[in-house]
């Protein structure tokens, strides 16, 4: 009877992460701002007013509606192509979420690998792929991320490629601590025991239990992987025009700042709020998968 009774009062895993996920109001926020980004990018293209690449030559430089010489026809005004800032906008979020995505994906089924190998390896292996992680990090990101744009060509897909190869260090790193520290505890012991291969031991025994910290490490590489593409979009070694990605219309609009400030602001806006609405989200992931901060 009692254990039926602590069945009914324990809340399920997910309604216990949600209830110290919404205790951190920011990261409720940026949830809904994120959630907001994600249904841009899915459907932009048919929410946007006007083709993103479409030049409206009569209307180029149009100020927002809510300044002199502006009209609702182009709400957020237009940059120096006539091209509409508001459709440009919201199908760059498409671009910037889809960048996330892949470098994400990329950088953390790759560094799980290889931090799994380099927690279950012999001394040298762990030795050899913690050395070359020690290496990349010894870089400043951005700059490496640069290099490797610079000799694999200027695109979107090689920048993509260049920031997930700058981010795989810190899942490598993150991966081999919690696997080394998971294969201290009992249940592991009793896999190996029971008879339990190498390969389970690695991705159904250990790799769920560490993947709380991976979670969190994954939501805030996503906005780095979105900055880092505006900042390489930016140099001109991301995203290539007319491509409206948000770092691209910076770098295309920066001649225009003094006599247009909206075709600069407005692209710097997008990857503020964006980036920060994931730094908060990824704060509260944190609060809610890490059983050290929760608070009984």
């Not at 279950?120 to 290099?147: N, Q």
């Not at 979670?215 to 491509?243: R, Y």
Request: aromatic fraction near 10%; charge should be neutral.
């Amino acid at each position: 009877m009692s254990d039926t009774a602590s069945d009914v009062a324990r809340p399920s895993p997910l309604r216990e992460f949600w209830f110290y996920f919404r205790e951190n109001r920011g990261a409720v926020i940026g949830l809904w701002i994120f959630g907001v980004f994600a249904f841009l990018a899915l459907f932009g293209p048919w929410i946007a007013p006007h083709d993103a690449t479409a030049q409206f030559r009569d209307a180029t430089l149009q100020p927002p509606f809510w300044q002199e010489g502006g009209n609702w026809t182009f709400p957020l005004g237009t940059d120096p192509l006539g091209r509409d800032m508001l459709s440009r906008l919201i199908v760059g979020a498409r671009f910037s979420f889809f960048v996330g995505v892949v470098v994400v994906s990329i950088a953390a089924s790759g560094g799980i690998l290889m931090g799994l190998v380099a927690g279950f390896a012999p001394k040298w292996v762990d030795t050899i792929i913690m050395r070359i992680m020690d290496v990349i990090l010894a870089f400043p990101s951005l700059l490496l991320a640069l290099v490797l744009v610079a000799i694999l060509g200027p695109s979107l897909t090689n920048a993509m490629i260049a920031i997930a190869i700058v981010l795989q260090p810190h899942y490598v790193r993150l991966t081999r601590a919690s696997v080394l520290s998971e294969l201290q505890k009992d249940y592991v012991t009793s896999a190996k025991v029971v008879g339990a291969g190498l390969p389970r031991l690695m991705f159904v025994t250990v790799l769920p239990n560490c993947l709380a910290p991976i979670i969190v490490q994954a939501a805030l590489s996503f906005s780095t992987a979105i900055l880092d593409a505006a900042a390489l979009g930016f140099l001109g070694m991301g995203a290539q025009p007319p491509t409206p990605e948000w770092g691209t219309m910076l770098a295309e609009a920066r001649e225009f700042i003094l006599r247009a400030w909206w075709v600069v602001t407005l692209p710097g806006l997008a990857i503020l709020v964006t980036v920060l609405a994931i730094n908060l989200m990824g704060d509260g992931l944190r609060d809610a998968l890490d059983p050290k901060l929760k608070r009984s």
